[in-house]
């Protein structure tokens, strides 16, 4: 499915590929589902949310993106991440990433990974380049834009197959504004 939506898309600039996730609040009728189905509902302490893991390009556009429950982290997707990014100059992404298999797998793909080591790291992050970091900025600003669309920011879909329909549509009107 996403391959007919972003194959609409102008060339895409992978220079720098930017990596986030956010969540997203499930309106309490998205519930009730069929058994069986995929749903990527996970319950919190904030309620029933989604997360959406999200990758753009050096320019702000959207490369490619997961849903799973909003309980499930950030680095326990982002080994998928790189694989449906491909090929990338460099990696960038926050705290949330910061694993050494993450930035390993980031690697053989042939890409640096700028990813900021937490506080309470003991070696050093020689590879970390602060100017590309600060431009972290274009994903969140996605992550805004995305949020405009009223069924993006209260998911009302039962199943997950719906909600990333509607995750594709607005990428690409997202995409289409841009151009």
Request: hydrophobic share 35%.
């Amino acid at each position: 499915m996403g391959g007919f939506f972003f194959g609409l898309r102008k060339e895409v600039d992978t220079e720098w590929v930017f990596t986030d996730g956010s969540y997203v609040r499930c309106h309490q009728h998205a519930s009730g589902a069929r058994r069986g189905e995929e749903r990527a509902i996970g319950q919190s302490r904030g309620g029933a949310t989604t997360k959406i893991h999200l990758s753009c390009d050096a320019d702000g556009y959207p490369l490619n993106f997961k849903i799973t429950g909003g309980d499930v982290h950030d680095s326990q997707v982002a080994g998928e991440l790189i694989e449906m990014i491909g090929q990338a100059d460099y990696f960038i992404a926050d705290k949330g990433y910061d694993s050494e298999s993450i930035r390993d797998k980031a690697r053989s793909h042939n890409m640096i990974p700028i990813v900021p080591k937490r506080k309470n790291a003991k070696q050093p992050n020689p590879e970390f380049d602060s100017y590309l970091y600060k431009l972290r900025h274009l994903v969140e600003n996605m992550f805004a834009r995305l949020k405009h669309f009223r069924s993006i920011v209260t998911r009302y879909e039962k199943l997950a197959r719906n909600f990333k329909s509607m995750l594709y549509l607005a990428c690409t009107i997202i995409h289409c504004k841009m151009n």
